[in-house]
């Protein structure tokens, strides 16, 4: 099999990941980033209100014994 030679653009890499550059990684994480904060604004689906009203969390506050993700 016949490698490619490394060329200058070894210097833009991202340190521990020899396969993207920094340019590409930088444009994953807006469009990362971007697609995240779309999610967010997404109201909940009324199945999954209906499950937290049911569980006892219609407060706002996780149910009893449930692991809390903020922390």
């Known amino acids: 099999m016949n ?3 490394p060329t200058e653009e070894i210097d833009e890499k991202a340190p521990g990941d020899p396969g993207l550059d920094a340019k590409a990684m930088e444009a994953i994480g807006r469009a990362l980033r971007a697609h995240y904060d779309d999610l967010v ?5 009324d199945r999954f209100n209906e499950l937290i009203a049911r569980l006892g969390g219609d407060d706002g506050s996780a149910p009893e ?4 993700a903020a922390g």
Request: proline share 17%.
């Open 3 to 5: 490698r490619a030679k």
């Open 41 to 45: 604004k997404e109201p909940l689906p």
């Open 65 to 68: 014994g449930s692991a809390n």
